[in-house]
T-cell receptor, first 112, second 115 residues
Framework: GENVEQHPSTLSVQEGDSAVIKCTYS??????FPWYKQELGKRPQLIID?????GEKKDQRIAVTLNKTAKHFSLHITETQPEDSAVYFC???????????FGSGTKLNVKP | NAGVMQNPRHLVRRRGQEARLRCSPM?????VYWYRQLPEEGLKFMVY????????ESGMPKERFSAEFPKEGPSILRIQQVVRGDSAAYFC?????????????FGPGTRLTVT
């Protein structure tokens, strides 16, 4: 089955700096990669996703890049704000099988 | 448009009791997924259901755990004879279905505590 690894497990940045979270996956058949943000005690919320036919996707301060050859994808958050502080999870999936394989999470702390 | 609903939000059970967790998908969604999250860990897939069908239960423990999504009513995750190791947050997610959208929307979770 698929194995998703996520790094770093914790990340502390100063407000206004950029944050980068990296994930690798093992199954070359995976073709959908969502990112979720989870605040303490809350539900995971989808913040951005990318499909394997695209190398990069951007939504305001958030961007995701995908390297299919190397089987890794990354989340980039620019101009970080204290409200970006949360745990971020990457996931990998195949269109027709739907179940998500999640990484272990990155706890992002943005210091004001 | 109400999101994914789960109840109860918190559930306390003694060892050996049964736990029933309910999930109502978003309106128009026919696919339901259950995930388990242990403290300080990621989410682990348990089971994927459509109405009246279990599509993939490869993440479900072989014993004590079962899930259903009846024609009418919510999806239910049932844990029999709970043990302390079952203490976790159980999240339900829903999606419109294959070929339409691959996004999964999560409910608020049920936090199960086994004493």
């Amino acid at each position: 089955g698929e194995n998703v690894e996520q790094h770093p497990s914790t990340l502390s940045v100063q407000e206004g700096d950029s944050a980068v979270i990296k994930c690798t996956y093992s199954d070359s058949a995976s073709n959908y990669f969502p990112w979720y943000k989870q605040e303490l005690g809350k539900r995971p919320q989808l913040i951005i996703d990318i499909r394997s036919n695209v190398g990069e996707k951007k939504d305001q301060r958030i961007a995701v890049t995908l390297n299919k050859t190397a089987k890794h994808f990354s989340l980039h958050i620019t101009e970080t704000q204290p409200e970006d502080s949360a745990v971020y999870f990457c996931a990998a999936s195949q269109y027709n099988f739907n179940k998500f394989y999640f990484g272990s999470g990155t706890k992002l702390n943005v210091k004001p | 448009n109400a999101g994914v609903m789960q109840n109860p939000r918190h559930l306390v059970r003694r060892r050996g009791q049964e736990a029933r967790l309910r999930c109502s998908p978003m309106k128009g969604h026919s696919h339901v997924y259950w995930y388990r999250q242990l403290p300080e860990e990621g989410l682990k897939f348990m089971v994927y259901l459509q109405k009246e069908n279990i599509i993939d239960e490869s993440g479900m423990p072989k014993e004590r755990f079962s899930a259903e999504f009846p024609k009418e009513g919510p999806s239910i995750l049932r844990i029999q004879q709970v043990v302390r190791g079952d203490s976790a947050a159980y999240f339900c997610a829903s999606s419109p279905g294959s070929g339409v959208s691959y996004e999964q929307y999560f409910g608020p979770g049920t936090r199960l505590t086994v004493t």
